[in-house]
């Protein structure tokens, strides 16, 4: 980059930093505490926090359940736990993992983890036994901050690692020998000593096979945040409700950006439909962070309950994830107003793309525009770029600094641009559509089928309100196509009816030899469908069945 295009990006951030409000009219003074505090956070993912108790000490930081928190009261309490971490028989952890929902304990445990230079690995609260432990094993976890309801799994998962320590963080009992909050209790007003080195943070990645990969990250380039601030409408100092679930990349990213912002955190354990709805009215929130299956769960509420609510003080209803159901999409526009941004994210290569209103409306299923820093290109077999409009692998480059697997292994690069994993092409307007996983496509007698042209296909029938689709072995054509559909109240469709319908609208390779209707897709706590669940019904019901509910193609 020349010295014109640098100084040409700086003056671009400047000025976008100063309309999102993030350089405000402070006196010098407060700036030049808020920049110590940061260096302090060796300028790690958590500086934010930190800057935001010097910004504005008496603001609310973070609403949960249990009340409010000043970004003070944030910083203080996570000065404590950090000096009690410090302060255990065997000495500050090295490797902290956090199994908690949405509440003060994930926060300040990822704060203090921080501040005494421990790497944290964010665990999914749906984790069984088995799984957990091969994740605290390799990521070499020496203590865990978890939530009561999880003590069994955890258990189970440390059977073999007794000297581990274990935290608890929401407690709905008192009988535990080591808690979150007595430990601030008891060092309230205490400093940690402060670490030399940045910690990492370790996310899962959600492959759909085997036990998710630690992908490490220790931050990103101001651009990254230019590009955000570009495409979505936040605002320092506002109020933001985070429900997507922080141990995910997406909810954990949202919690980060706002800490940045400045911007009041308002969060609860579980997400319940109605009830965020009432905490965007109550707290006049301009920004919801989501994920795709709560838009699905919001406007499947009755008409009386969605008219309690009106939303109008939302700039943006931000999610990622998972794939958005299109009529869910303008549904909740219609009602609520032009504000759902979606965003083509991957936990190894941060924000690669967003969809702004004007994009869903026009193409209600499309991931957007790539995010400003970043450049894509749709790739074939050969590497070889493809022509506009037709289907390969989607090569990302940005700024976002994946420090690779905690494995050792990497992603697969062409140059300098890394593979996201998904299949997708590009229009000629330039917005992204994402096909499918490149694992997902199905070869059926020599066709090349991916699974979202079909899943589209079946929830485009008026009777059918969600639909899965993915691949059986089979001896004569390798694979054959199996949907699982959802159908909505009173429906009558048959899966010859729909069977039917796929057929009238795609070519006869592309029609599922077996339909099977089921009351609900089997999904994660993000919200993402469980690929192996549905293999397992497969596989249950045997080479040729369907499940009782199905009907096979002729």
């Known amino acids: 980059m020349g010295i014109t295009d640098s100084l040409t990006g700086t003056i671009g951030l400047f000025t976008t930093m100063v309309r999102a409000g993030i350089i405000a009219p402070l006196r010098p003074d407060k700036y030049v505490r808020m920049g110590a505090a940061m260096a302090r956070e060796n300028m790690g993912i958590t500086s934010g926090f930190a800057s935001a108790a010097q910004r504005c000490p008496n603001r609310a930081g973070l609403v949960d359940e249990h009340g409010t928190l000043t970004w003070r009261d944030i910083d203080q309490r996570a000065d404590a736990f950090a000096a009690a971490l410090q302060a255990l028989p065997g000495g500050a952890p090295r490797v902290i993992g956090i199994m908690a929902r949405n509440h003060r304990g994930f926060v300040e445990s990822l704060i203090a983890a921080n501040r005494i230079g421990a790497d944290v690995l964010l665990l999914n609260t749906s984790f069984a036994g ?3 432990a091969e994740v605290v094993s390799r990521e070499n976890v020496d203590a865990v901050v978890y939530d009561e309801e999880f003590t069994p799994t955890v258990d189970r998962a440390l059977a073999e690692n007794p000297d581990a320590v274990r935290i608890v963080a929401w407690r709905d009992t008192q009988d535990h020998g080591l808690a979150v909050e007595t430990m601030i209790g008891e060092h309230f007003g205490s400093q940690p000593d402060r670490a030399g080195k940045k910690s990492r943070v370790i996310l899962l990645t959600s492959g759909t096979t085997g036990t998710p990969k630690g992908a490490s990250h220790s931050g990103g380039s101001p651009m990254v945040l230019k590009g955000i601030l570009d495409r979505t409408p936040w605002h320092a100092e506002e ?3 985070v429900v997507a679930p922080m141990f995910h990349a997406w909810g954990f990213s949202q919690l980060v950006f706002a800490a940045t912002m400045a911007c009041t955190i308002v969060t609860s354990r579980k997400f319940d439909p109605e009830a965020t709805l009432a905490l965007v009215d109550r707290h006049h929130a301009t920004g919801l962070a989501l994920v795709p299956v709560m838009f699905d769960r919001i406007m499947a509420l009755p008409n009386d309950v969605l008219s309690r609510y009106s939303g109008r003080s939302l700039r943006f209803a931000a999610a990622s994830g998972s794939r958005m159901r299109p009529d869910v999409v303008t549904a909740f526009m219609d009602r609520f107003g032009d504000v759902i941004y979606n965003n083509y994210n991957a936990t190894e290569a941060g924000m690669i793309a967003t969809a702004t ?3 869903l409306r026009a193409a209600p299923d499309t991931a ?3 995010a400003e820093g970043t450049d894509i290109r749709i790739l074939d077999a050969t590497r070889r770029e ?7 692998t989607i090569f990302v480059r940005n700024s976002t600094q994946f420090d690779g697997y905690t494995s050792g292994a990497t992603k697969d690069f062409d140059d300098d641009y890394m593979s996201s994993g998904d299949v997708g092409y590009i229009d000629a307007t330039g917005r992204l559509f994402v096909v499918g996983r490149d694992d997902e496509m199905i070869v059926s007698g020599g066709e090349n089928v991916y699974p979202i042209e079909v899943e589209k296909t079946l929830a485009s029938h008026p009777e059918v309100t969600e639909s899965f689709v993915l691949g059986a072995d089979d001896e004569q054509y390798g694979q054959r ?6 159908l909505g109240d009173g429906a009558a469709a048959t899966p010859d009816i729909l069977k039917d319908h796929v057929r009238v609208n795609l070519a006869n390779y592309k029609v599922p030899r077996n339909i099977t209707v089921l009351a609900d897709l089997p999904r994660g706590s993000t919200g993402k469908i469980l690929r192996r669940d549905l293999q397992e019904l497969i596989r249950n019901d045997g080479a040729d069945g369907d499940g ?6 002729p």
Not at 386 to 392: E, I, K, L, M, Y
């Open 239 to 241: 109020v933001t409700v």
């Open 368 to 370: 957007g525009r790539p």
């Open 481 to 486: 196509l199996v949907a699982f559909v959802v």
């Open 357 to 359: 209103p004007a994009d």
């Open 386 to 392: 493809v022509p506009t409009g037709d289907v390969g």
């Open 548 to 553: 009782g509910n199905g009907a096979e193609t």
């Open 130 to 132: 088995p799984a957990l």
